[in-house]
């Protein structure tokens, strides 16, 4: 099942075309690495998704329905975005930073139910952060400061999440475990799509890639077909040296 379809769609700003009449899709079950240079119209693409960017063209439908007819109650309870929060230094416990999740499912002023904290309990657990929940976020560090804000897209429930960049501020150990919880959540039917700088890390884990150039879609497949020597060449002007552990400038 496609839980996100984009038809031609195509974003302005100014002068300046940020998306230009692309068409791809996000599978449910499937962790979509979406990867390009600087600029191609990654975090652009997820922002239109999630109605936080108004298309010059083209049309999004989530979940089969156009995302016109979404009201934005529903399209936060179907969805959940991970931004790129870079230190998330904030004074706040983990455990309410997660519950933050389940603002979609009540009132603005309604205290936390008992499902909501369950909701928030499972995710904190899932992504192995249970232990420091009561810690403060900015006593963390940044490995369980990334586990707390993956937990709280988590607890939301979402049949889509999106996640901008969310290992950039990682180690390599951190990164991995941050990818793996990720693969983890497709394999429960949600479409993960996940932007990426890193392309050893997106063929690694990903099970389908897009290729944004110039905003528009280069390549799509497998690590291996989106990734090709081809494309590596073109669109990024790097190529394979003794495998996709390391790259060279061409």
Known sequence: MNAVVFDSVSVKFGSRTALDGLSAWLAAGCVTGIVGPNGAGKTTLLRAALGLQELSGGCIRILGRPLAEWSRADLARATAYLPQEGEARWPMRAADVVLL??????????????????????????????????????????????????????????????????????????????????????????????????????ARHCDEILVLHEGRLAARGNPGEALSDATLARVFQVARSGGFGVLRRL
């Open 101 to 202: 999740g389940r603002l979609p499912h009540r009132g603005a002023f309604a205290e936390p139910s008992s499902r909501d904290l369950s909701a928030a309990a499972d995710a904190l657990a899932r992504c192995d952060a249970a232990s420091f929940a009561l810690r403060r976020m900015d006593e963390l560090s940044a490995g369980e400061r990334a586990r707390v804000l993956f937990a709280r897209a988590l607890a939301t429930g979402a049949a889509i999440l999106f996640a901008d960049e969310p290992a950039a501020w990682l180690d390599p150990a951190h990164q991995l475990r941050l990818m793996e919880l990720m693969a983890e959540e497709a394999r429960r039917g949600t479409a993960v799509a996940v932007t990426l700088h890193d392309l050893p890390l997106a």
